[in-house]
């Protein structure tokens, strides 16, 4: 199986590719045609890490619309931060 590259815009390196949009819309082609699967799944844990600090419900729709505003921040613009006083679980393991 070939494994398809792209140029990721947010990790400025090539990098496999995502193998379908993982977003409806727009926004959805944007992210597959720019984006890693390595810089997605490093988005996928920052954002499992904002709806639990922020305890989001995602059946509000303030909550998806400030997820998808860091999402492109993320991707495209200055980054997205963690919340003030973030500080990430110690691993176990190590």
Known sequence: ??????????????????????????LGQ????QISKPAWQQWLNHQTMLI????????DTSARVFLVKEM???FWGEGSEAPAGYVP?????H
Do not use: H, Q, S, W
């Not at 679980?89 to 393991?93: Q, S």
């Open 52 to 59: 639990n600090e922020y305890r989001l419900n995602m059946l």
């Open 1 to 26: 199986m070939i494994t398809k590259t792209i140029f990721c815009e947010k990790l400025k390196v090539e990098a496999e590719a995502l193998a379908i949009p993982p977003y409806p819309g727009e």
């Open 30 to 33: 944007r992210i597959f045609a």
């Open 72 to 74: 492109e921040k993320f």
């Open 89 to 93: 679980e110690k691993n176990e393991d």
